[in-house]
Nanobody, 127 residues
Framework: QVHLVESGGGSVQAGGSLKLSCEVS????????MAWFRQAPGKEREGVAAFDTDGRTTYADSVKGRFTVSEDNAKNTLYLEMNSLKPEDTAMYYCAMSPTKWLLVLNPFQEDMLDYWGQGTQVTVSS
């Protein structure tokens, strides 16, 4: 079993920055795929950024150039650094993980292939 805990959310003004963390505990894997998703009120959940242990990173068009996904192996933590935040970035942000990274090569945000999910952290951006 894998447990994911997100943190780092908060309220910021447009143009500000936040860095989200997703701490992983439980079973460990040498090869895996992780992704950040977000869900705004009344909208479907959408993939934001993805990362796998082959070094592949993927970003949604809406966040390219503003968001950066990275990991710290020593801390078993995935990060999402968010800069130049916009009001439309307001959402609950979730991290997710799959140990079967090859299933997510074609679609890094395929939700039914991600086995483990965190509870989310709220990001609110005011104009």
């Amino acid at each position: 079993q894998v447990h994911l805990v997100e943190s780092g959310g908060g309220s910021v003004q447009a143009g500000g920055s936040l860095k989200l963390s997703c701490e992983v505990s439980g079973n460990t894997y040498n090869n895996y795929h992780m992704a950040w998703f977000r869900q705004a009120p009344g909208k479907e959940r959408e993939g934001v950024a993805a990362f796998d242990t082959d070094g592949r990173t993927t970003y949604a068009d809406s966040v390219k150039g503003r968001f950066t996904v990275s990991e710290d192996n020593a801390k078993n933590t995935l990060y999402l650094e968010m800069n130049s935040l916009k009001p439309e970035d307001t959402a609950m942000y979730y991290c997710a993980m799959s140990p079967t990274k090859w299933l997510l090569v074609l679609n890094p945000f395929q939700e039914d292939m991600l086995d483990y999910w965190g509870q989310g952290t709220q990001v609110t951006v005011s104009s």
